[in-house]
């Protein structure tokens, strides 16, 4: 088995400021339009399924490359967690959508990624393996199009792919949306963009622990959840998959999934539900967090300079 590598680099555009500036236009314009249509909220993952708060505990024992930031010593924390439909129009659960997963550990008090100190340390999963788009640029062509329904998506795909070449790519996105989805208690979810993990780099996934299938969970996610907790906790691993070369796990390219292998360094569990209220009024944001994991990549560059107009405009 490959080892894990502290060889890795980003590679940062000339241009990157002035398209990560407008990228972030693109996104609050989304956004805009969207509140004024459905009310104040989110630019994405605007629909919440459900609001859980329980622990996270680091074992002892890890080896050296997973032993760094969050998980250098054994400990437990406070977690909050917020599962999402990830559409920008809120929509029923039993349509076909990105199902987002974020996780936030809480009461720390280190150095953080943005400067300064922080309390607390983001993760935000989606249950697709990698992203759809190579890089912010792709995403941003791509998302306002699809916004319009899926007329205007084929217009965007054959501009930009040709008559063959776009409809190869609208329908890698129609079995991207049709991936099965069992639920959130029973599905994996997975960052599809990498962070610092010390001096080495990872993917962050969790995946469920001892979670039999509900064959109708289809019906209402957060039901599903809801009857689950009343049963008991509901528990996950979590897992880092470590940066081992360039062309297995790449850095800049968000339709890659690595290809390296996970180590589980924590296990989180979930046994009550969280103050719905006030985990949407709360932001997650993959840069707050801690310096030794900060975000990588050039998609996460661009959620640095996208996601705190976004909070700023859901109001």
């Not at 989110?42 to 505990?57: D, E, S």
């Not at 054994?74 to 929509?91: A, H, K, L, T």
């Not at 990498?194 to 039999?212: M, T």
Request: some cysteine; aromatic content about 8%.
């Amino acid at each position: 088995m490959a080892q894990p590598s502290t060889q890795w680099s980003e590679v940062v555009g000339d241009d990157e400021q002035q398209r990560h500036e407008d990228f972030a236009r693109v996104i609050t314009g989304l956004q805009s339009r969207t509140n004024e249509r459905k009310g104040p909220g989110r630019a994405f993952h605007r629909k919440p399924v459900a609001a859980l708060t329980g622990r996270i505990t680091v074992p002892g024992g890890l080896p050296e490359y997973a032993a760094q930031g969050l998980f250098a010593q054994p400990g437990e924390y406070d977690v909050v967690i917020r599962m999402s439909n990830g559409s920008v129009v809120p929509q029923p659960d039993p349509v076909p959508d990105i199902r987002g997963f974020a996780f936030s550990v809480r009461g720390l008090d280190a150095p953080g990624a943005l400067g300064g100190t922080t309390d607390r340390q983001d993760f935000l999963l989606i249950n697709w393996p990698a992203f759809g788009f190579r890089d912010s640029r792709d995403f941003a062509e791509l998302v306002p199009a699809a916004a319009r329904g899926q007329k205007a998506l084929a217009q965007h795909l054959i501009s930009k792919h040709g008559v063959l070449g776009g409809p190869v790519e609208m329908l890698k996105q129609a079995a991207g949306m049709a991936r099965p989805f069992s639920g959130f208690a029973t599905s994996d979810f997975h960052s599809c963009a990498p962070v610092a993990w010390g001096p080495y780099a990872a993917h962050v996934h969790v995946s469920p622990i001892g979670a039999s299938r509900n064959l109708l969970a289809w019906r209402d996610w957060g039901a599903d959840v809801r009857a689950r907790l009343q049963d008991g906790p509901l528990r996950w691993h979590v897992e880092a998959q470590f940066y081992i070369d360039p062309d297995a796990t790449p850095i800049e390219d968000g339709r890659a999934p690595w290809r390296s292998a996970k180590e589980t360094v924590a296990v989180m569990e979930a046994h009550a539900l969280a103050d719905a209220d006030a985990v949407e009024a709360d932001h997650f944001d993959p840069w707050a967090g801690l310096v030794e994991h900060r975000p990588l990549g050039e998609i996460m560059r661009a959620r640095k300079a996208a996601y705190f107009p976004s909070v700023q405009n859901r109001t």
